[in-house]
């Protein structure tokens, strides 16, 4: 079992900058993977960036440049760095852990990140 508790949403004008953070359970190394994923509303939940047990790092092209996954193993904290918001980037972002022993998803519960003027 992991349980994963989200932080750091909220509301930012276009172009502001937040940090999101995941707080896992269990100790990042008994992981397989970690990422963000984020559902707008009326739409499906999107993979937004994810970084595996070895440190290969993904992210959809729409927040390439723009967003920066990262991870404290000391802490069992993974974090998002969400800079040049747009207003596209509205939705609630999920964190998810993948246990590497059973390959079973776990996911937080979700925070609201809002960018609007």
């Known amino acids: 079992q992991v349980q994963l508790v989200e932080s750091g949403g909220g509301l930012v004008q276009p172009g502001g900058s937040l940090r999101l953070s995941c707080a896992a359970s269990?100790?990042?190394?008994?992981?397989?993977?970690m990422g963000w994923y984020r559902q707008a509303p009326g739409k499906e939940r999107e993979l937004v960036a994810i970084?595996?047990?070895?440190?290969?790092?993904n992210y959809a092209d729409s927040v390439k440049g723009r967003f920066t996954i990262s991870r404290d193993n000391a802490k069992n904290t993974l974090y998002l760095q969400m800079n040049s918001l747009k207003p596209e980037d509205t939705a609630v972002y999920y964190c998810?852990?993948?246990?590497?022993?059973?390959?079973?998803?776990?996911w937080g519960q979700g925070t609201l990140v809002t960018v609007s003027s």
């Open positions: 970084i595996t047990r070895d440190g290969t790092i």
């Open positions: 998810n852990a993948n246990l590497y022993v059973t390959r079973l998803n776990y």
């Open positions: 269990v100790t990042i190394f008994r992981l397989n993977s």
